[in-house]
């Protein structure tokens, strides 16, 4: 299954550079993340734009497949990218700042999509797992009751990229998911958590 890891915002909230290239572990973030969607057995395309030049040239000298998008937006890029690749099956993407993703929690997301019959799907993440490890929900909904903010996962149908898709929203009470980087403490959260540092 192709995943799609948007990388072509500036990050600017962080104010550390591109973001995908701030290290944890040693390890560029976005590393993690394709580490994970690689593992899980994903075909991995990075999305960058001419926000991210330094992000493209870390894919090309590690042999990260690479599509230059626009940089118009998030969905417009991800729309971009899926008609450009000639993408028409489903499809996963994922923010590229989540680096405490894991194989596990794709596979878990795919089965649920899978089972769900729907054309698409979201992830979420309890609100009470963001506040606990420091990281701010910035849109939230309620999910099964939940007050849940979204992961920065989704799986969307190439074939249908112009058309309404219904989704399932998947709920995981998975802490891994409440360290998404945008501030300097939330990098610092991460680090501690990862690296033990």
């Known amino acids: 299954?192709?995943?799609?890891?948007?990388?072509g915002g500036q990050g600017t909230r962080l104010g550390m550079g591109?973001?995908?290239?701030?290290?944890?572990?040693?390890?560029?973030?976005?590393?993690?993340?394709i580490d994970a969607f690689e593992a899980a057995g994903c075909e991995v395309v990075?999305?960058?734009s001419r926000r991210?030049?330094?992000?493209?040239?870390w894919c090309r000298a590690h042999g990260i497949a690479l599509y230059e998008a626009g940089g118009v937006g998030y969905v417009e890029d991800i729309r971009e990218a899926a008609i450009?690749?000639?993408?028409?099956?489903?499809?996963?993407?994922?923010?590229?700042?989540i680096p405490c993703l894991t194989p596990a929690i794709i596979r878990s997301t795919h089965a649920a999509y899978a089972e769900s019959g729907?054309?698409?799907?979201?992830?979420?993440?309890?609100c009470h797992l963001c506040d606990r490890y420091g990281c701010k929900a910035r849109y939230v909904e309620t999910i099964d009751g939940v007050e849940a903010c979204?992961?920065?996962i989704n799986i969307i149908h190439g074939g249908a990229i112009d058309d309404p898709q219904e989704e399932v929203k998947i709920l995981l009470h998975e802490r891994r998911l409440a360290f998404n980087i945008n501030t300097r403490d939330e990098l610092a959260q991460v680090r501690r958590f990862l690296c033990g540092e």
């Open 84 to 97: 450009e690749l000639e993408e028409e099956r489903p499809f996963f993407t994922s923010v590229s700042d």
């Open 118 to 126: 729907k054309m698409a799907c979201s992830v979420w993440v309890p």
């Open 150 to 152: 979204p992961a920065g």
């Open 52 to 57: 991210t030049p330094f992000t493209k040239n």
């Open 1 to 7: 299954m192709l995943a799609l890891i948007m990388a």
């Open 18 to 33: 591109e973001k995908p290239l701030v290290t944890i572990c040693n390890r560029p973030m976005i590393a993690h993340v």
């Open 46 to 48: 990075v999305v960058a």
